[in-house]
């Protein structure tokens, strides 16, 4: 549910990789995570109306992404656009901030973010549990006064909501640190929402896409987007994109995602923190 940056940049700016600086490759990054978004979204399938209930959908159990389910789609389109809106005007600020660090100060804010967010969507299994009797206890209060009232669905504005302030925090790090956001979208959407962690993968994936276009054209400004490689890192993200959300993302147990996403963050943001 990431575009890839998080990879991407250590590579580019290693002594034997592209040997880009630290704004090249923040700025080259965001080139190739709007095609990640893009294909990587196509390959989780947008969710319709026609799709069902978000009760078998969206808050099916972990275990059981089945057939009918990819057909059928998780990306909800709504929450997607909502995070966009604010993402496009956010991300150009963020691009702006970028280029006013210095290389190795940038580079060890992107460690410290790394490594901030490891451990919020693995975190998110002891919260659930943490909460679960408290959950208990309020279920028959609850259902009794569903029962008594007309059953009230949440409004459009009351529904997006919540998609708009997460988009205008995940914009402005995404024009600043080269990323797709999703580091910051897929933990928010599962903790804040009752999202499945697939649906706010793949709805992370296509929020991802206009707002990187809009840090790439303010990194370009600034000379921070290395063209003769962008091409071919943007053609690579979107085969890895659509491989890995069509064929293993939806076939892969929700820990076994979560607890991937938290390893993969910590490795890297220790990393890029020692070499700043």
């Known amino acids: 549910g990431m575009g890839g940056g998080f990879v991407m940049i250590p590579m ?19 080139f190739a995570v709007g095609s990640t978004g893009l294909f ?35 990306v909800e389109l709504d929450i997607a656009l909502a995070l966009t809106a604010t993402a496009m005007i956010t991300a150009r600020f963020g691009a702006i901030a970028s280029s006013k660090l210095s290389e190795r100060s940038l580079k060890k804010a992107l460690g410290a973010f790394m490594l901030f967010v490891a451990p919020l969507v693995p975190g998110k299994k002891y919260l659930d549990g943490w909460l679960e009797d408290k959950e208990s206890i309020e279920k028959e209060t609850i259902q009794t006064q569903l029962q008594s009232d007309i059953a009230k669905q949440p409004s459009n504005f009351e529904r997006l ?50 707002p990187a276009m809009v840090g790439v054209l303010t990194h370009a400004k600034r000379g921070n987007v290395a063209w003769r490689v962008a091409p071919s890192l943007a053609l690579g993200s979107a085969v890895g994109a659509y491989i890995g959300g069509k064929q293993i993302g939806l076939h892969l147990e929700e820990d076994v995602l979560r607890g991937g996403f938290g390893v993969l963050m910590m490795v890297l943001g220790a990393r890029t923190w020692r070499t700043a």
């Open 161 to 210: 909501l919540p998609a708009s302030f997460i988009g205008t925090f995940s914009g402005f790090l995404s024009g600043m640190f080269g990323v797709g956001g999703g580091a910051i979208v897929v933990p928010s959407l599962v903790l804040s929402t009752d999202m499945s962690h697939h649906a706010a993968l793949g709805t992370s994936l296509c929020a991802m896409v206009a």
């Open 40 to 74: 990587g979204a196509l390959a989780y399938g947008i969710k319709t109306e026609e799709g069902g209930d978000d009760d078998n959908i969206t808050n099916q159990s972990p275990d059981t992404i089945t057939p009918q389910t990819q057909q059928q789609g998780l």
């Open 12 to 30: 580019m700016t290693a002594s034997r990789g592209l040997r880009l600086t630290q704004h090249q490759a923040h700025g080259t990054s965001l």
